[in-house]
Nanobody
Framework: QVQLVESGGGLVQAGGSLRLSCAASGRTFTRLAMGWFRQAPGKEREFVAAINWSGGATYYAESVKDRFTISRDNAKNTVYLQMNSLEPEDTAVYYC??????????????????WGQGTQVTVSS
C-alpha cells in the first residue's frame, strides 16, 4: 500500500509558477514509478508527467512539455512538479500517482495503483 499526499496548489495569474509536492509513505519509494495527472471540471483525468525510479528518465504530455518539470527526491520520498508559464488551460485538480508494477512513463489512469486526494491549481487570465 502506498499513501500519497499532494500539496502546493493555489491561485496564480497566467504566466506564473507553482511547485507541487507529493509525499509518499507506506512502501519503498525508490521502486515506485511516479506520475502526475490532472482533471479539469467536466473533463476526464489526463496525464501530465511521469518519472522513473531513479529520476533519470522523465515523460511529459505534449501540452506541458517545456513548461513543467517533474523530479523526485528519494531521500525525502517526494516527487515534485515545477510548473512554469502557467496558462488558464492548466486549471485543474492535480493528482499524484504511483505504480508498483508498471513501467515508468505510462500515460493511462489504469496504469497506476495509488492516488493522492489532489490539489487545486487555478490559473486566472
Amino acid at each position: 500500500q502506498v499513501q500519497l499526499v499532494e500539496s502546493g496548489g493555489g491561485l496564480v495569474q497566467a504566466g506564473g509558477s507553482l511547485r507541487l509536492s507529493c509525499a509518499a509513505s507506506g512502501r519503498t519509494f525508490t521502486r515506485l514509478a511516479m506520475g502526475w495527472f490532472r482533471q479539469a471540471p467536466g473533463k476526464e483525468r489526463e496525464f501530465v508527467a511521469a518519472i522513473n525510479w531513479s529520476g533519470g528518465a522523465t515523460y511529459y504530455a505534449e501540452s506541458v512539455k517545456d513548461r513543467f518539470t517533474i523530479s523526485r527526491d528519494n531521500a525525502k520520498n517526494t516527487v515534485y512538479l515545477q510548473m512554469n508559464s502557467l496558462e488558464p488551460e492548466d486549471t485543474a485538480v492535480y493528482y499524484c500517482a504511483a505504480s508498483i508494477w508498471t513501467k515508468p512513463g505510462r500515460r493511462m489512469v489504469s496504469d497506476y495503483d495509488s492516488w493522492g486526494q489532489g490539489t487545486q491549481v487555478t490559473v486566472s487570465s
